[in-house]
């Protein structure tokens, strides 16, 4: 298994530029919970600020979501990761969202599937297996 983070998540469901690299790791995963809220968020500027899904596309999506997170992802409590997030924070200057992804692979000793840059080359200075 491997942990996936928002950005992975948000580019797979809403089909941005190069989601289909993504298919063959969306099988089975960890999370923390907050990619819940990371990608309700995501729905919410491309439906209210860019105007790229209307609402009916909003619901499909949200259904596909829901079911993915129900029958695919194993989320992990934040609260759990927290104080090892802040040290990576703290120490690679990104933020605490980011880091708890990268807390999580560690404890997991897995890959992380991301699309942040800044996100990768920190997990990649801590010895973390980075997907695609």
Known sequence: MIV?????????FLREEGWENLKPY???GFSVDHVVKE??????KAMYLFKT????????VLELFNSYIENNLILEPGEKYIDKALNI????GITIYDSLYTALALDKKTPLL?????QRDTA??????ILP
């Open 89 to 92: 924070a703290l120490k690679a």
């Open 124 to 129: 990649l200075k801590l010895g973390i297996k």
């Open 114 to 118: 991301t699309l942040d840059r800044k």
């Open 39 to 44: 990608f309700y968020n995501a729905v919410w």
């Open 26 to 28: 969306m099988k089975r």
């Open 4 to 12: 996936v983070d928002a950005s992975a998540v948000v580019a797979f």
């Open 53 to 60: 899904l209307d609402h009916e596309s909003m619901q499909k």
